[in-house]
């Protein structure tokens, strides 16, 4: 079984926050591969299903993002599962707009998020790094990030979300650079 974390925050307010791509590209793979309905567990919530061979846990936090960990580490405890089995999907300042790519541990580039799970966990876990571009100045991050996507960045941010979630089972078998590769050809085309 694996665990897939989408970083977020919780309310109607937040959805289209460029901070909660990580929710949104789980509802996408939810939507596209039929899993179960929500459920509330592990201070979120949860979807089980298939992606090719492997069983997925789709888990968003419900407790803020500075609080992610807290949710992340009670599932993984729950199902006795380490690190390794964990996949988190979050929004990358420091890469391009729409733009994805797959990594296993690293920094924490100051995302409240990824600080709040690798204070649970450590940093060995699988990242996918959702690009939401960098606004240019540092003065205007905050509100580049905890802002809505622009008009003329829904159709892009769609096309995104329906190459992650297509091609969602490459990454549950663990073929992370096939995975970036087909996302990128989905884009171009």
């Given at each position: 079984m694996q665990l897939w974390v989408g970083l977020?925050?919780?309310g109607a307010q937040y959805a289209m926050h460029r901070h909660n791509v990580?929710?949104?590209?789980?509802?996408?793979?939810?939507?596209?591969h039929g899993f179960g309905a929500?459920?509330?567990?592990?201070q979120g919530w949860v979807q089980e299903g298939r992606l090719g061979t492997q069983k997925v846990l789709l888990l968003k936090p419900a407790t803020f993002m500075n609080e992610s960990g807290r949710s992340v580490a009670e599932a993984l405890r729950f199902y006795k599962l380490g690190a390794d089995a964990l996949t988190v999907f979050h929004d990358e300042l420091d890469l391009a707009a729409m733009k994805v790519k797959v990594r296993q541990g690293g920094g924490l580039a100051g995302h409240n998020g990824l600080r709040s799970i690798d204070q649970h966990l450590g940093p060995d876990f699988r990242r996918v790094r959702i690009g939401i571009g960098h606004p240019g100045h540092k003065?205007?991050?905050?509100?580049?990030?905890?802002?809505n996507y622009a008009k003329n960045e829904i159709e892009p941010l769609s096309d995104l979300l329906g190459a992650?979630?297509?091609?969602?089972?490459t990454?549950?078998?663990?073929?992370?650079?096939?995975?970036m590769n087909d996302v990128a050809l989905r884009l171009q085309s």
């Open positions: 977020g925050n919780p990580g929710f949104m590209a789980l509802d996408a793979i939810a939507a596209v929500p459920a509330k567990k592990f003065d205007r991050v905050t509100g580049h990030v905890l802002g992650l979630a297509a091609e969602a089972a990454l549950a078998a663990g073929d992370d650079v096939r995975f």
